[in-house]
């Protein structure tokens, strides 16, 4: 019962915008939209999280749409290190139902 | 900080023997996940504690699996007895108070059962 699709992989060139795409149409009116990224051999790592408005930090910035049903996550110049599987995740912020699912991701593959 | 610290990065052990997978959680954090990631699979949530108390186990695979947290500063992965189908990247992560689902998460142990 995946909450997020993603796409199963992209990739771009090194220094332009990586924009990796997620549905979440069913999403709820308390859930967040998390990404994380898992560089391979290494645990995932925490990208960004937002619930409706744009955010934007030093890693990546995340657009949600006004109805909230999609998001993309742009990495504004990707670099040969931004290769990993990117996850995007639904999810309440805190309680006991605050646990993170993870689906299959997207695989970014930035080329030279 | 040292981040989430995991113990063994590697374990090979054979079929049948009891292998236990050990965790150190970042100082401060109150909550601890034990995730499992395979090719077939995925990464799937086995078990998370909220301050050393386990909140949801619905991901234990079956009873040879037991996950404990006897103090915030440790919590081991039991498999007892240990399966060839075990054979997985065990990942720990751990979560700071109000630090709104942002997981930190180990270096992973690799388990495999031979």
């Known amino acids: 019962d995946a909450k997020t699709t993603q796409p199963t992989s992209m990739d771009c060139a090194e220094g332009r915008a990586a924009n990796l795409p997620c549905n979440h149409s069913?999403?709820?009116?308390?859930?967040?939209v998390y990404w994380y990224r898992q560089i391979h051999s290494q645990g995932p790592q925490y990208i960004i999280h937002?619930?409706?408005n744009n955010e934007t930090n030093e890693m990546a910035s995340l657009i949600i749409t006004e109805d909230r049903k999609s998001s993309t996550l742009i990495l504004p110049h990707a670099t040969l290190r931004d290769t990993a599987v990117y996850y995007c995740?639904?999810?309440?912020?805190?309680?006991?139902?605050?646990?993170?699912?993870f689906g299959k991701g997207i695989t970014l593959s930035v080329r030279p | 900080d040292a981040g989430v610290i995991q113990s063994p990065r590697h374990e090979v052990t054979e079929m049948g023997q009891e292998v236990t997978l050990r965790c150190k959680p970042i100082?401060?954090?109150?909550?601890l996940f034990w995730y499992r990631q395979t090719m077939m699979r995925g990464l799937e949530l086995l078990i998370y504690?909220?301050?050393?108390?386990?909140?949801?186990d619905s991901g234990m695979p079956e009873d040879r699996f037991s996950a404990k947290m006897p103090n915030a500063s440790f919590s081991t992965l039991k498999i007892q007895p240990s399966e060839p189908r075990d054979s997985a990247v065990y990942f720990c992560?751990?979560?700071?108070?109000?630090?709104?689902?942002?997981?930190?998460f180990g270096p992973g142990t690799r388990l495999t059962v031979l």
């Open positions: 504690f909220n301050n050393n108390v386990p909140i949801d």
């Open positions: 069913t999403i709820s009116g308390n859930e967040y």
């Open positions: 992560a751990t979560r700071g108070r109000g630090r709104d689902n942002e997981q930190f």
């Open positions: 100082s401060g954090h109150n909550s």
């Open positions: 995740i639904v999810s309440v912020l805190t309680g006991a139902n605050s646990k993170l699912t």
């Open positions: 937002g619930l409706k």
